[in-house]
């Protein structure tokens, strides 16, 4: 399988995707978090001293979704 997003010498290059057919896509993202159980039970709760954690989780998730391509090298932006 020819990578080309690089070159011969296997150093990263542009590439000009504005004629390419557009595809569809999945991507999976997985992560974990660890803590006290009396922080869980403060989220649960919805009594974090600083507001809800679970909506900036989500704010954050979305912002960062928006930003892919900002984030991932060689990654074309959505349009």
């Keep these: 399988m020819k990578l080309t997003h690089l070159d011969k010498s296997g150093k990263a290059k542009m590439v000009d995707v504005s004629a390419k057919p557009a595809t569809e896509r999945e991507a999976v993202a997985r992560g974990s978090v660890s803590m006290k159980p009396s922080t869980m039970k403060l989220i649960q709760d919805r009594a ?10 989500r704010i954050a998730g979305i ?7 900002d984030l ?8």
Excluded: F, R, S
């Design 63 to 69: 912002m960062a979704a928006k930003k892919t391509a």
């Design 72 to 79: 991932i090298p060689l990654c074309h932006p959505w349009p």
């Design 48 to 57: 974090m001293p600083k507001g809800d954690v679970m909506a900036a989780a």
